[in-house]
């Protein structure tokens, strides 16, 4: 369960990211994000993920209160989630294999799981062809599932994505939602966006943010421009 | 190892300055520590020698040189006293001699005068007992090696002073271009770094590459470094043979036991290969943490 309490995130030259937002998401749910660029979706992904600390209000992640002084479990956390980044964080002087295994690796996989593990994340996201080309050789799509592919392995139980179709072409994000649709029920899934036609067709949980505020909560929604 | 050696491959001229610094620090500490173990052991080999021979003339009796024994005896600053009697004299003047038959025959045991070698209990009492013997009836000659040993002790005094200084100095040098260098590799893995933690990485995970790359060079240096002085000693070995003949053995102490330094000694090589392992090791490990810990702010 992920819950947000009164958060508010300023940053240092004064931007206010995030204002007083609240809500809970339980285990095994598909969250939208939506709101326009600078609403704080990211924000909310990258507090999530600890990237920094809110600057009030408590966040708390399977019962774990991660903005505490006490909390020094950041890489147990960590471990727990997959991001999939706006900006891929793909390593480009390593091949798709070694990019998933990465993933695997900081848990201590050994050889055999992490070929077994990632084989099958590449069937999922259709890249198995592909599993020793370079990033240079890879569309943005197939980019972009790599990404997917290397959040999803090593049994995280939460799954972010920030603008996970940003910059493709229709077919390829349909390609790329339908992969999410797979991992729907499994995993809790939180997906920050502004495409409206992939929320319209998703109905799922929708969280509404302007201007760091979140002004609509709507379980089975829409996102209306 | 295969990411070590990639990392190599990536910042070939920094990793090349990482082991030569290593190279040249446990080099120059090794030949310290061969050179000082050396000079202490001589040290302790010349207070082992006779520190003042009393030579007496031929015509001295026997219970003249015994009454100047005692005295020297209860002088209480003597720690032991050796007769050597005329023929005794000769004994070790034939043995010195053996292959000079000629200085054999102009020699006989009446020729040779009898001598007292007296250790004393310390080095100060040494001009005391000199001037005292000087005086003593029968005596013809005095000689006592006060001024060896005080260049010796000096030369000793210099060396490891000068050494603490330079191996600091060494270290400090070791220490800030191996961590420089750390940090510039870091600075080529940022991205990997930076992604390695947001993935839940452990520290320890993403210090491994760079401790087994610290650890790869401190061990490749201590080797390398060890050798060197090994083939450097036994190039110089019939120099030393012939420099140090009369002396057969010199030893140091050594974490409770005597440690044979001369001749050449198996177990006192291992143990310097083990200390310049160790020492290189450590001094690139810590390098390594120091730089890691600093960049990554754990």
């Known amino acids: 369960m992920i819950k947000f309490e009164n958060v508010s995130k300023k940053f240092p030259l004064g931007t206010l990211a995030l204002s007083e937002v609240s809500f809970e998401i339980e285990d095994k749910d598909f969250v939208f994000f939506v709101g326009p660029s600078g609403a704080g979706k990211t924000t909310i992904l990258k507090l999530i993920l600890h990237e920094f600390k809110p600057s009030n209000g408590t966040i708390l992640i399977n019962d774990f209160d991660v903005t505490s002084r006490e909390f020094y479990q950041l890489e147990m956390l960590r471990r727990n989630i997959g991001m999939i980044f706006q900006d891929f964080k793909i390593l480009f002087d390593k091949n798709v294999f070694e990019n998933i295994a990465l993933s695997l690796k900081v848990l201590s996989a050994n050889d055999d799981q992490i070929t077994k593990i990632v084989n099958q994340a590449l069937e999922l996201v259709g890249l198995t062809k592909k599993k020793l080309s370079f990033p240079v050789q890879l569309s943005a799509g197939e980019i972009q599932r790599v990404a997917i592919a290397r959040a999803i392995v090593g049994d995280r139980e939460i799954i972010l994505a920030d603008e996970p179709t940003g910059n493709l072409d229709p077919k390829t994000t349909w390609e790329i939602m339908k992969i999410f649709k797979k991992l729907e029920g499994k995993k809790t899934i939180l997906i920050a966006t502004h495409n409206i036609d992939i929320v319209n067709s998703f109905q799922k949980r929708v969280l509404v943010l302007k201007q760091g505020k979140l002004t609509k909560d709507q379980r089975k929604g829409g996102y209306e421009v | ?298």
Do not use: H
């Not at chain 2, 209480?76 to 054999?104: C, F, H, M, R």
């Not at chain 2, 005292?132 to 490891?160: A, C, H, M, W």
């Open chain 2, 1 to 298: 190892m295969n990411e070590v050696l990639t990392s190599i491959r990536r910042a070939p001229y920094q990793s090349l300055a990482a082991f030569m610094i290593l190279f040249f620090t446990l080099f120059l500490s090794t030949i310290m520590f061969v050179s000082l173990s050396f000079f202490y052991s001589l040290l302790g080999y010349v207070e082992t020698r006779p520190q003042v021979i009393v030579y007496f003339q031929t015509a001295t009796e026997k219970n003249t040189i015994f009454k100047v024994r005692d005295k020297l005896m209860n002088s209480g600053k003597v720690e032991s006293i050796k007769y050597v009697s005329k023929d005794e004299a000769y004994l070790i003047y034939k043995e010195l001699n053996k292959d000079t038959p000629l200085l054999l025959e102009m020699v006989s045991s009446e020729n040779l005068p009898a001598s007292l070698e007296v250790f004393a209990k310390k080095p100060v009492y040494l001009s005391e007992l000199a001037e005292f013997l000087k005086k003593e009836p029968g005596v013809d000659e005095v000689n006592f090696q006060k001024d060896i040993l005080d260049r010796l002790l000096t030369l000793t005094n210099i060396l490891r002073k000068s050494t603490i200084a330079f191996f600091l100095f060494l270290i400090f040098v070791s220490i800030l271009v191996l961590a420089t260098t750390t940090l510039f590799k870091i600075a080529l893995k940022k991205d990997e770094i930076e992604l390695l933690r947001l993935l839940g990485a452990s520290k320890f995970y993403i210090q491994k590459p760079f401790l087994m790359e610290a650890t790869l060079f401190g061990a490749a240096a201590s080797f390398c470094s060890f050798f060197l002085i090994l083939t450097l000693v036994l190039t110089l070995k019939p120099f030393l043979e012939s420099y140090l003949k009369d002396i057969p053995r010199l030893t140091v102490s050594f974490l409770f036991t005597n440690l044979t330094v001369w001749p050449i000694n198996l177990i006192f090589l291992a143990i310097t290969l083990g200390l310049s392992l160790l020492f290189g090791l450590t001094l690139a490990i810590f390098s390594t943490l120091l730089a890691t810990q600093k960049y990554l702010k754990m």
